[in-house]
């Protein structure tokens, strides 16, 4: 049963359509490499019951003869900070359950009485959603250890982070356990932990997709986008999930693209811009040398490759981390104790003892970091200085892409400084580990779409396996399909099979 979890998107749906391959059959091989695959943290909840009945039900319509949908019998992890009125929501956050100190399935997590729109357009497309993600904390974190649950590790090695803060997702599509997955990306929360998982993920156009249903960290930054094993299985995914939602008034009502139709355009004579700033000093050597051939392959495929110039990309950090964090401290307000999830009375009959105890319990120490940095940033004294002064550079950084993209048609650039590091090493460094993500957040400030391609793997060394390499690429708004043109074109021309990491037992 093994083999069907390593067929594409496209092919598993064939399948099932003509009825070689059936959906529970499907369900099960997921299932049993969910439960094989348990040690790597990937899942906060697995919907076996729910899952099994799902792919029976679209067995039975195939029988009838009736139309199944484009990702028919597919089985996608589900980021937990989106709504699933059948399963618990979390975000990974103790807040959102009524008992901090048990065990999550013992701790009552909140359970939503409603779908977010993408998990809606995902059942309809007769997907298969067989769990919740495990994620860092409201999506504060770029390596998965902020969980207030437990760690993901990464399938190349168990002892490094899969990145975050979609970093359950990645895992449950590198390990094989999905062929697909949905994360969120804030400031790189897709493409990072996609990238140091040697996976595609695809961080569309802020509006493309409906943010409905996802539990907001930064509502100016926020995309939820998809993780697959190949570029076609990502592009059908984001055509099921994208579009115009009236529920979310950011929203986009621009056509969806044809992006799956759009991988086998290639590439000749399309211009790729390569940023200066994103090679200079910090970059790894090893992960320059392979970003820069993967720009050197797409050129000999017919890309007119260009440097372009992008001067404020070095305030991108300091940028991020005032509007996300100040847009965090007006979100996560609503998590009082009062309406659901946690509550603590403290030891005093007041509401504001209540709040303290509460919110003093319920988040972990990011999330509290993140706040009081936002409110600060947003108190009377400091607003113009900080929260101002941010939004004014918001508009430079924006201006540099849309300078570039007046030359030319997609930009190219690294994931992150560097592969991924060892659980434990950066977290007494709170910034080091916020540079982790200074390639991608960039992105997200200028509301542009991005793709993450691997494009190899490290060296193996005495201190190290071998970990993959991400190339990412980004072009204007709503251009996804030149994304998918391109990293669909590398990876038909990319030398050797599929990347796939080491079988756990091989790795001790």
Known sequence: MSEILDLTIPELVARVHLGQLSAEEVARASLARIEATRSLGAFLHVARTATIEAARSIDERRARGEQLGPLAGVPIAIKDALCTRDAPTTAGSRILTRDPDAPLEAAGPWQPPYDATVIERLRAADALLVGKANMDEFAMGSSNENSAFFIARNPWDPTRIPGGSSGGSAVAVASGATLAALGSDTGGSIRQPAGLCGIVGVKPSYGRVSRYG????????????????????????????????ERDSTCTTAPVGAYERACERGVRGLRLGVPRQYFEAGLDPELAEATRGAIAALGKLGCEVLEVDMPHTKYGVSTYYLLATAEASSNLSRFDGVRFGLRRDGERADIHAMYRATRGRGFGAEVKRRIMLGTYALSAGYYDAYYAKAQRVRTLIAKDFQQAFAKVDMLAAPITPMPAFRLGEKLSDPLSMYLADVYTLPANLAGVPGLTVPVGTTAARADRPALPIGLQLMAAPNAEETLFAAAAAWEAARPGPRLRPPPLAAQG
Not at 222 to 228: C, E, I, K, R
Not at 233 to 239: P, W
């Open 214 to 245: 996802l539990l907001a960290y930064a509502s100016s930054l926020d995309q939820v986008g998809p993780m697959a094993q190949d570029v076609r299985g990502a592009a059908r995914v984001l055509e099921v999930i994208a579009g115009a939602d």
